[in-house]
């Protein structure tokens, strides 16, 4: 299977659902959900390079989440200790392959809603299926209603125009 048609799965953080560092304190959770808008020249490769970027990047730093791409948005949930996750959104937001990114959540969380992926990654546009049948596979195991949601409601505005 292609890597950029399946999720990919990585070796869920070592840390579990709450990140604890050995003296006892908790590390804060966060989860960030945003879209944004790919620019028209953007290629297979450079889709194959963010990918490979996030699956480099985000384990080490105890990252997990979900990028979607339906036509030309795309919608990621970052999820991990705090400073991590807004570091590594202050680095995608720089990123010149997309522009206009629109954060939907940015919280504090109790636990993950994707624990198990450093960065599980969908392309819409090259599957068969609708948006809608792919983000409601996806989110099988994605118990938190808000996140539902905001990937529920990308999929029912993205799938006309993906
Ligand atoms: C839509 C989108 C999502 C991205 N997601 C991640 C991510 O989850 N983690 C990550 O490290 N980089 C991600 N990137 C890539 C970053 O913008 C940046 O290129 C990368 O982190 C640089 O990593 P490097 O310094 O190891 O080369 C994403 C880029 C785009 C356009």
């Excluded at 954060?103 to 609708?130: C, K, N």
Aim: charged residues 20%.
């Amino acid at each position: 299977m292609s890597a950029l048609t399946s999720p990919r799965y990585a070796a869920p953080p070592r840390s579990g659902n709450l990140a604890l560092i050995s003296c006892g304190y908790s590390i804060q959770m966060h989860q960030l959900v945003y879209i944004s808008t790919l620019r028209p020249d953007v290629s297979l490769q450079d889709l194959t390079n963010i990918l490979h970027a996030s699956m480099r990047n985000n384990e080490p730093d105890g990252i997990t989440g979900l990028l979607v791409r339906g036509g030309n948005r795309f919608l990621q949930a970052l999820e991990g200790p705090t400073e991590a996750v807004l570091r590594t959104f202050e680095r995608i937001q720089k990123d010149p392959r997309h522009f206009g990114c629109v954060v939907l959540t940015s919280r504090s969380v109790a636990q993950r809603a994707f624990g198990d992926w450093s960065m599980a990654f969908e392309d819409y546009s090259r599957r068969d299926g609708t948006l809608q049948d792919l983000v409601t596979k996806l989110l099988t195991h994605v118990t938190d209603v808000g996140v539902r949601a905001e990937f529920e409601s990308f999929a029912e505005r993205h799938s006309a125009a993906a």
